[in-house]
């Protein structure tokens, strides 16, 4: 088992050394350890693997150790609270002062114009050892700002640092207070990477509140979304639709009113607006024969999944699925380099893997792995027959692209993107993505093999082509 701690570090010789023989001390293997002084005087992330019993024992020793509590001295603190504008909505913020015997030292409330208001107070604080306690259980109950606090010559308890983005992230797409957490611990994964390759650490929070923002900006009347609709056999007619961010989701209906197979499906977020979408282009939806293929596991490409009862992927897609359903680690998050943004990206988009028992297996015979392509098996829709072809983990395991040799039709899943010609808010969001993980692929090197097989297969050749993002491929169009 692996445990995270968020510790405060001591300000004494010998701290992070004392720290190391605990763990030690309790047959502990301390996996990850980060700090940063320029961030954060006292803040030490810790990454701890042992079995359960000595996680709880370690736990104990480093509480008791004080390295779970502040040791800051802090005198003021002026905090601000955006409360409901509604009576006794102050009151449950004053009962966690009066239990922590905190006295107030100043005191302005004022109306916002909008639905909060906004509580200032500066807070006496007789005993720093309850302010770590103290903040998280008021962040808890609302978004909390610290304006400024005096602290000496040292700086604030490690909550603090992170308070301001962790109540944004907060107040911004709804997340629980476990939620919360977690994006604290990945935003700093995430600046400890980039620490290595000397950025500074501003940009990693900028970059993680862009991410968040622009996922919340792009909903509702701002799910804007290109449409492309063409004919692509006698029977065949299919609609690519691009949102703002997520995964094109590709549509192909067997005839007027016929059946449908919708093709990757976003992010969960905007789970409600596309089906909202899909229902308008497609009268009678939901009682038309329909099911869904997902080109790989991305979170990304399977945010409506749960509408389906028939879902169809590769062997190595579904077991993605059900190693998350037993809160195993997938591909995506066992690569150090992926990880941070893998979370953080389910986190802010709501993310859910599909119920195992819709899940129909696209294999009738294993794939290749010495072939950066190889066939899988063959999948039948209305007139078309698609060969489908497993890359052998280049963009992901499991990844999967669609061929119908006859009718020269590709759908690419993300093994080929169309990068030349997305939306204006797609390409501001296709910026965000390789900072935060420096590559959305598993393997670069396996990838740009995938790629240039690809290209060897269509280009030139007449093909359509549907990729997982960013415009259809016309047939006169050379990759």
């Given at each position: 088992m692996m445990r995270s701690f968020m510790t405060s570090l001591p300000e004494r010789p010998g701290a992070f050394l004392q720290a190391s023989r605990i763990i030690l001390a309790h047959g502990g293997n301390m996996t990850r350890a980060s700090y940063n002084q320029a961030v954060d005087a006292h803040m030490l992330f810790l990454d701890v693997e042992a079995p359960e019993p000595a996680l709880d024992a370690i736990e104990q020793s480093l509480s008791a150790a004080g390295f779970l509590r502040t040791a800051s001295h802090?005198?003021?603190?002026?905090?601000?609270?955006?409360?409901?504008d509604s009576p006794g909505s102050t009151i449950p913020v004053l009962e966690v002062l009066e239990r922590y015997h905190i006295s107030i030292s100043y005191l302005s409330c004022q109306s916002t114009g909008t639905a909060t208001i906004e509580l200032k107070m500066g807070l006496y604080i007789e005993n720093p050892d309850v302010i770590d306690e103290?903040?998280?259980?008021?962040?808890?109950?609302?978004?909390?700002?610290?304006?400024?606090?005096?602290?000496?010559?040292?700086?604030?308890?490690?909550?603090?640092?992170?308070?301001?983005?962790?109540?944004?992230?907060?107040?911004?797409?709804?997340?629980?207070?476990?939620?919360?957490?977690?994006?604290i611990y990945y935003a700093n994964l995430v600046m400890q990477q980039l620490d290595e390759k000397g950025e500074p650490h501003g940009k990693t929070f900028e970059y993680v509140s862009r991410f968040a923002h622009f996922v919340a900006?792009?909903?509702?009347?701002?799910?804007?979304?290109?449409?492309?609709?063409?004919?692509?056999?006698?029977?065949?007619?299919?609609?690519?639709?691009?949102?703002?961010?997520?995964?094109?989701?590709?549509?192909?209906?067997?005839?007027?009113?016929g059946p449908l197979l919708v093709v990757d499906g976003g992010f969960a977020c905007y789970e409600k607006l596309t089906m909202q979408l899909l229902r308008t282009l497609y009268p009678g939806f939901d009682a038309r024969r329909r099911e869904m293929l997902v080109t790989h596991s991305?979170?990304?490409?399977?945010?409506?999944?749960?509408?389906?009862?028939?879902?169809?992927?590769?062997?190595?897609t579904a077991n993605c699925f059900a190693d998350e359903r037993m809160g195993l680690p997938t591909p995506?998050?066992?690569?150090?380099?992926?990880?941070?943004?893998?979370?953080?990206?389910?986190?802010?988009?709501?993310?859910?893997?599909?119920?195992?028992?819709?899940?129909?297996?696209?294999?009738?015979?294993?794939?290749?792995?010495?072939?950066?392509?190889?066939?899988?098996?063959?999948?039948?829709?209305?007139?078309?027959?698609?060969?489908?072809?497993?890359?052998?983990?280049?963009?992901?395991?499991?990844?999967?692209?669609?061929?119908?040799?006859?009718?020269?039709?590709?759908i690419?899943?993300?093994?080929?993107?169309?990068?030349?010609?997305?939306?204006?808010?797609q390409k501001e969001f296709n910026r965000l993505a390789p900072y935060l993980a420096r590559s959305v692929n598993q393997d670069s090197a396996k990838y740009r093999e995938i790629l240039r097989t690809l290209k060897t297969m269509l280009d030139g050749e007449g093909w359509l082509i549907l990729?997982?993002?960013?415009?259809?491929?016309?047939?006169?169009?050379?990759?």
């Open positions: 802090v005198k003021v603190v002026l905090m601000a609270f955006e409360l409901p103290l903040l998280q259980e008021l962040s808890a109950l609302c978004p909390v700002h610290i304006l400024s606090y005096d602290a000496g010559e040292k700086k604030l308890d490690n909550t603090v640092f992170y308070l301001t983005l962790a109540s944004e992230m907060r107040k911004l797409l709804n997340l629980t207070q476990e939620q919360t957490t977690e994006v900006d792009h909903g509702g009347s701002n799910y804007d979304c290109r449409i492309t609709a063409q004919k692509l056999t006698e029977r065949v007619n299919c609609t690519v639709i691009e949102p703002p961010c997520g995964s094109n989701i590709t549509v192909l209906e067997d005839g007027p009113g991305d979170s990304d490409h399977t945010g409506i999944c749960k509408y389906f009862d028939v879902i169809w992927c590769s062997q190595r995506r998050e066992e690569n150090r380099n992926m990880l941070p943004y893998y979370r953080l990206s389910t986190i802010f988009t709501g993310y859910e893997p599909p119920q195992l028992s819709s899940l129909r297996i696209l294999n009738q015979r294993p794939g290749n792995d010495q072939q950066p392509l190889s066939p899988i098996g063959l999948f039948h829709f209305a007139d078309m027959t698609f060969t489908v072809m497993q890359g052998n983990g280049g963009h992901v395991p499991g990844e999967t692209v669609l061929m119908d040799d006859v009718h020269r039709i590709a690419t899943g993300d093994d080929y993107v169309n990068i030349h010609d997305c939306t204006a808010p990729p997982g993002h960013g415009a259809v491929r016309q047939r006169d169009q050379r990759l």
